[in-house]
């Protein structure tokens, strides 16, 4: 079991959209004060499990290992993911998870859009939240408006080669898939940077005029699903 706080998750091979290359696709985890995790994504407004606006789901579980497990298994739900990296909070600042909360239920009802609100802008502002500024690692969290595409966004992350692996193999899921919205209990919060009216508004980076060129996302070299 490792001492990390937060997970981000990595799918390096889709999607295939927009005639652009295979651009990556993330989503994100983060520890309870009770030691359970919560684990979502955003997977699009065409994912077959989907609203039908932006393809969100979230899940609660008991621990580290099971919010791995859970990325591991949405490969049975057309909605696959391959490696993850260990985030855990920087000394002396602490982790914000009703904040991350809020934030998750904020991000549920944002209509999806390929550039400007995807996953990896989602998946930046629920871990941006917990962080209290996206404090991981001794080093902050990349801003997506200078990584919009996520495979370099995920390479942008810098952990150690330890926190870096591969997710464990899938298991057969035991029941139907629900996006599981119910459990987000919290009201939602539009986070201060994405708030037009605040000083710490963080514009989103404009849509690219030209094709973007893939990016390549080296392998883990550690085991799956094994804590540093």
Known sequence: ??????????????????????LGHVGWGFELPDGQ?????????????G????????????????????????????????????????????????????????????????????????TYDVLRAFSRG??????????PDFNWIPNGWFNAIQVPQSDYHHLPPASQPVQAFAAAQEELQAAAECPDWRNPESENYLPVGEAPNEAVEAVEVPPPVNAAGVGG
């Not at 079991?1 to 295979?22: E, H, T």
């Not at 920087?90 to 904040?99: F, K």
Request: proline share 7%; glycine share 10%; hydrophobic share 40%.
């Open 51 to 122: 609203n039908g606006m932006n393809g969100f789901w979230s899940r609660r579980v008991p621990g580290e290992r099971q919010a791995t497990q859970v990325f591991a298994n949405m490969v049975h739900q057309g909605a696959e993911y391959n490696y993850f990296k260990y985030l855990t909070m920087t000394s002396q600042v602490w982790p914000d998870p009703d904040a991350a909360l809020r934030v998750m239920a904020w991000v549920s009802a944002q209509p999806y859009q390929l550039f400007g609100r995807n996953c990896m802008n989602s």
């Open 37 to 49: 995790w919560m684990v979502g994504a955003v997977e699009g407004d065409g994912w077959s499990n």
């Open 1 to 22: 079991m490792s001492q990390a706080n937060a997970i981000v998750v990595l799918c390096p091979k889709r999607p295939d959209l927009a005639g652009q290359p295979l």
């Open 134 to 143: 996206g404090h991981f690692n001794g080093k902050i969290l990349p801003n």
